[in-house]
């Protein structure tokens, strides 16, 4: 299983990322999918979630500013980041729910005030 974030960069608080995971070697319309993030000297927060219904979580640091998202016939999960804020600085990781501790290769992502 593979799963390649990309979409990352930096950006002025306020502003805008879309974050995408390719997820490739499972049958993705059969995976709930997640993003969760990593800041240095912090611990891993889980970000958001979306089920194959398309039944969506996030935290509630990110409601109303992130919204996830998937395309099965791309076997791609989104993270749609507005009103970005410094405190979103971090390396966000997509994973698979049924493998939550699975990740692949993150995508920085780095906020400035």
């Known amino acids: 299983v593979q799963l390649q974030a990309s979409g990352g960069g930096l950006v002025q608080a306020g502003g805008s990322l879309r974050l995408s995971c390719a997820v490739s070697?499972?049958?993705?319309?059969?995976?709930?999918v997640g993003w969760n993030r990593r800041a240095p000297g912090k611990e891993t927060e889980l970000v958001a979630t979306?089920?194959?219904?398309?039944?969506?979580h996030y935290a509630e640091f990110v409601k109303g500013r992130f919204t996830i998202s998937r395309d099965d016939s791309k076997s791609t999960v989104y993270l749609q980041m507005s009103s970005l804020k410094p405190e979103d600085t971090g390396v966000y990781y997509c994973?698979?729910?049924?493998?939550?501790?699975?990740w692949g290769q993150g995508t920085q992502v780095t906020v400035s005030s």
């Open positions: 994973f698979r729910l049924i493998a939550p501790d699975v």
């Open positions: 979306i089920t194959t219904d398309g039944i969506r």
């Open positions: 070697g499972v049958l993705f319309r059969n995976n709930g």
